[in-house]
């Protein structure tokens, strides 16, 4: 462990230890690579006898450049967010940038607070996830004060963004469960308000279901986003004539649903189908192991930051739409007329 003196070491006296000039110490923190190996190793081993830490804090505000960017998420309870940050961050941390994280829970009121609270901690551009890209206000005040921005899941035609392609990948899995003999399917998801990427899912597995022939793709609100409610699934499998598979808008919800229907006594995929959208690494743990639409989360996480931080250097914005694919798992069966019809076995991959 580092000595640590009482009282900390300022940089001039650093400078005066190793013998050399303050601009040499501020270079071999700032601009190590002007320095010769061995400058660089005397200066940095008296910094860690002593245990010197520069001022980043000050270094900012001298430079006017804080080197941090934000992050609004809706939630880290969701996987899928926690894999973009990660993904966000380590582009940052190797251009040398710090992330500063924050969620909004879904609540659009909240993502302008929390936009509003980064823009003061001085973060020099953002990434965020907001619950209608087409309604919500902020992507354009972004753009009017000349602020740095992607979006991550929301798709534009006018804003720069890192996603999959919701359309197409919900139409994908809708051909998938055609292909397995299912005609009659129903399309869960959580409030539909709070989520343009539920809607444009809902939308691409309609018109996938008109295309193929198949009957009209029920939509099923649940109350959360990632949370079945047994009560309200039961009564609507007992209206009508009940689907042969559920599309579930995402994995957690996906998991929620199988475990409600488990309550009901009903078994997937013997009784019923099941898949869900996201493609998280807990879904090959279950029993049996979930179908879904894979999306690659730490790559958009990453293809935000090297968006953003390329426009804080003066690049233009871009918007960039990732491979997703069809991981077939065993959570979906052959359809009921169907029941000879073999199972597919392999990921079939799609690019946008």
Avoid at 62 to 79: E, M
Avoid at 220 to 249: E, I, K, N, V
Avoid at 271 to 297: E, H, K, N, Y
Wanted: glycine share 8%; with cysteine.
């Amino acid at each position: 462990m580092p000595h640590r003196s009482p009282t900390r070491l300022s940089i001039v006296q650093i400078a005066e230890e190793a013998g050399v000039s303050i601009a040499t110490v501020s270079r071999a923190f700032n601009q190590p690579a002007l320095l010769k190996a061995d400058t660089l190793a005397h200066i940095s081993d008296i910094a860690q006898r002593h245990g010197f830490r520069p001022n980043r804090v000050g270094r900012s505000l001298r430079s006017g450049s804080t080197r941090t960017i934000g992050l609004v998420l809706p939630t880290l309870s969701n996987p899928v967010f926690a894999e973009c940050f990660e993904g966000a961050e380590q582009c940052a941390r190797e251009s040398g940038y710090s992330v500063m994280l924050t969620v909004a829970g879904y609540d659009p009121d909240r993502e302008a607070e929390a936009v509003q609270a980064l823009i003061d901690h001085q973060v020099e551009g953002l990434i965020l996830t907001v619950a209608d890209a087409a309604r919500s206000a902020l992507p354009d005040t972004l753009h009017k004060a000349r602020m740095p921005y992607v979006l991550v899941y929301n798709e534009s035609s006018r804003h720069p963004y890192a996603s999959v392609d919701n359309r197409r990948a919900a139409a994908d899995m809708v051909r998938h469960l055609a292909e397995c003999g299912h005609r009659r399917i129903a399309f869960l998801t959580g409030p539909l308000t709070a989520s343009d990427r539920a809607r444009r899912r809902l939308h691409g597995a309609r018109a996938q279901a008109r295309k193929l022939g198949m009957e009209e793709v029920a939509h099923w609100a649940m109350p959360a986003h990632t949370g079945a409610d047994a009560a309200q699934l039961q009564a609507l499998l007992r209206d009508g004539p009940a689907p042969t598979a559920l599309f579930c808008s995402n994995d957690l919800l996906a998991a929620s649903v199988i475990a409600a229907l488990l309550t009901l006594g009903l078994r997937v995929p013997q009784d019923i189908s099941v898949c869900g959208f996201d493609g998280m690494d807990f879904g090959a743990l279950m029993t049996p192991p979930l179908t879904t639409v894979r999306q690659p989360s730490r790559e958009i996480g990453r293809a935000a930051s090297a968006n953003l931080l390329g426009q804080i250097q003066g690049v233009t914005p871009r918007s960039d739409r990732l491979l997703h694919g069809v991981i077939t798992g065993g959570t979906v069966a052959a359809g009921a007329n169907t029941q000879d019809s073999p199972r597919p076995s392999r990921t079939r991959k799609t690019s946008p």
